[in-house]
Each structure stands twice: as C-alpha cells, then as structure tokens.
C-alpha cells in the first residue's frame, strides 16, 4: 500500500526521538492514513502472518477473554497482556477483567445500537462506538490503543469508517489494525446491505520504535510489485458478532520475503 509506505517515510524523516514506557521511539504527532475497505489492505512488500489478526477479531467480537479463546482462532500474540488466571485485562470490546464483567452488556449495547441505527436511520451522525473509559484504566494491562470508530454511510450507500487511535506502532500495530478496519466494514456492510468505502485512520503518537528502525528501512527498499490479494466473505459468514476466521477467503497472496520487528510490550 503506497499510503502505508509514504507514512513510514514520513516518521522516519520527520519524526522527532523520544522516550517513553516500553522504549526509544521515533515519533511524530497526529498523522493519518485512508484506504478503499472494497479490497483487504494486506501488505504484499512483505509477508504478514494475517491469520493471527482475523484470529484477534474473531475473539473480539465473540467475546472471548482468556488466552487460549484467541490461540484456538489462530492468534498467538496475547500472552503478555494476561493475568495469572490467563484472563485477558483489555478494556477493548469483550476483552474484559473479571472485575469488568458489566462491561460485556455496555459494549454489546453499543454494537446493537449501531446496527440498528445504520439501518434506521443510515444517514445519522450519531454512529459511534467508544471504548474509552477513564475510570477503568487502572484496572487494566492494555488500555485500548484504538477507541474510537464512527461509521458515516455516503449518497452512494457506502458504509465508510474513520478508526481513531491514540498510540500506533507503525512497522507492527498498524499493519494489523488496517486488517481489523477492513473487517469492520466488511462484515457490516455485508450483514446490513451496504458497499464497503473507505476507511480513514487517525493516529495520535504516531511511532517507530528504535529497534524496528533498520527493518523499516530495509521494507522501503522494497520496490517489485506483487498481486494484490483478494478477501471475500463466504457464505458461512452470519453476523459481525458469530465472525470466525473460517468465514473469511482470502487468496492470491504472494508476498514478499517478512522482515522481523521485536514486540515490544
């Protein structure tokens, strides 16, 4: 993705270095991306291992809570943000501490509402879900790094969202969020007969970690052009909520080679 590849650029030219809770970072401050949610923007310039990421929205949207929930869906990565009981401590979707559990019908109260909202009243400005609760912070090993999604349906009964996160790690986060950002309109313009639009992500720190810096290099080097992979949902696809990763096809995927970045937790 040429957008992706220009904000690489971006942070590497200008941003500024900074410490901060897990490392050095090289930084810059409210940056934004856009991509057509018709096709998936899965990065062809190096390998990603997507089905770790639509493993992760699986567990979200099905609510799971313990790590063995998201490796069942092929995700693999949560491990550090659990507590001794494997029990996941995000405030993100159904990701909730045991202490949190009012919170499962708050955030299902949400997606109900915006289902019903979009196909009531589909032209409303009032179509946001927030996942931002200062109260519970304290509680919590991740707050969510993307809390924000307003979806806004144009003349042409395309359902377009703008995704707003407040810390983004570009070389790791940000190539699996546009993924997440992609099913979120997939699945709901399918389960409520809309087109997929476009997606605008807002960034707030938006950074390089100082360990990522050669491996974000070496991808800018990166100049061969390869097919564009397709995704579709299949007919074993429900609704957002039941989404699994056996739901989505994805094929004419040849990237290439991956480049390996630490996750920094």
Known sequence: MRGYKDLVKQVLACGEVKEGRNGITTSLIGTQLKFDAANIPLLNSRRLFYYGVVGEFSAFMNNCDKVQEFKERGCNYWDAWADTKEI?????IGQLHEKQVNLQDAWYSQLEALKIGLVNDKFSRRHIINLWRPENLHLLSLPCCHYS?????????????????????????IPSD????????????TELGFKPGEVTMNFGDTHIYE???????????????RLIPIATLNDKFTCIESFYPDQLDIIQYDPHPSIKFELKV
């Open 88 to 92: 996941l401590c995000l405030d993100y």
């Open 149 to 173: 999604y307003q979806f806004i349906v144009s003349a042409d009964n395309k359902l377009n969202m703008i995704w707003t996160q407040r810390s983004a790690d570009v070389m790791l986060g």
């Open 178 to 189: 546009m993924i997440l950002a992609y099913l979120w309109v997939q699945c709901l313009s």
């Open 211 to 225: 360990e990522h810096i050669a491996g974000a290099k070496q991808y800018l080097e990166v100049l061969e052009p």
